[in-house]
T-cell receptor, first 116, second 115 residues
Framework: DTGVSQNPRHKITKRGQNVTFRCDPI?????LYWYRQTLGQGPEFLTY????????KSRLLSDRFSAERPKGSFSTLEIQRTEQGDSAMYLC??????????????FGPGTRLTVL | AQKVTQAQTEISVVEKEDVTLDCVYE???????LFWYKQPPSGELVFLIR??????QNEISGRYSWNFQKSTSSFNFTITASQVVDSAVYFC????????????FGSGTKLNVKP
């Protein structure tokens, strides 16, 4: 399967714990995006990478959130000291500026986080 | 202020009816891109269409059609002869500029197509 994959698919944690999610984009895609989606809402942009460079960060990305894409391939999103308000679906998407699907974002299945 | 507004929270139709999903956007950029995505019950967002701000030509793809009107800042989506498989949440999105470095999604319209 050559789509975007995310792990884990579900995560339940206690308030105050740290969590880390992983996203593996489509291999030739140099752009990678993280979004958060809460129930009944559209995805909210969190951050954007072009290769390994983090070029855009939303104000939603508080100090407790950090994202990395060290080699320009997979990316991780870490949330420190989780709060109940962090409960959401975390979506990853990737895209390429070239080809017939240029700039089309391909989304992964998401990681559903529940903070107890 | 919301950059993308989808005023219709939920729409229910009977199979074979036509349905239009509204999308109104707000931007000061002259270059921007508009998108529609479908999120079926399985949860994974699926790309449907992209339009750039310089191309107001309407587009038809099978039972789907899109009406882009800059004068009203709208990018509406019509499904003709709806089918049960069209049941999903549909999102409109905006990306400003050339860089595709940030996307704004609307809150979505849930479409229920009943047999």
């Amino acid at each position: 399967d050559t789509g975007v994959s995310q792990n884990p698919r579900h995560k339940i944690t206690k308030r105050g714990q740290n969590v880390t999610f992983r996203c593996d984009p489509i291999s030739e895609h140099n752009r990678l995006y993280w979004y958060r989606q809460t129930l009944g809402q559209g995805p909210e942009f969190l951050t954007y990478f072009q290769n390994e460079a983090q070029l855009e960060k939303s104000r939603l990305l508080s100090d407790r959130f950090s994202a990395e894409r060290p080699k320009g391939s997979f990316s991780t999103l870490e949330i420190q000291r989780t709060e109940q308000g962090d409960s959401a679906m975390y979506l990853c998407a990737s895209s390429s500026p070239r080809g017939t699907s240029a700039n089309e974002q391909f989304f992964g299945p998401g990681t559903r986080l529940t903070v107890l | 202020a919301q950059k993308v507004t989808q005023a219709q929270t939920e729409i229910s139709v009977v199979e074979k009816e036509d349905v239009t999903l509204d999308c109104v956007y707000e931007t000061r950029d002259t270059t921007y891109y508009l998108f529609w995505y479908k999120q079926p019950p399985s949860g994974e967002l699926v790309f449907l269409i992209r339009r750039n701000s310089f191309d107001e030509q309407n587009e038809i793809s099978g039972r789907y059609s899109w009406n882009f009107q800059k004068s009203t800042s709208s990018f509406n989506f019509t499904i003709t002869a709806s089918q049960v498989v069209d049941s999903a949440v549909y999102f409109c999105a905006l990306s400003e500029g050339y860089n595709f470095n940030k996307f704004y999604f609307g809150s979505g319209t849930k479409l229920n197509v009943k047999p």
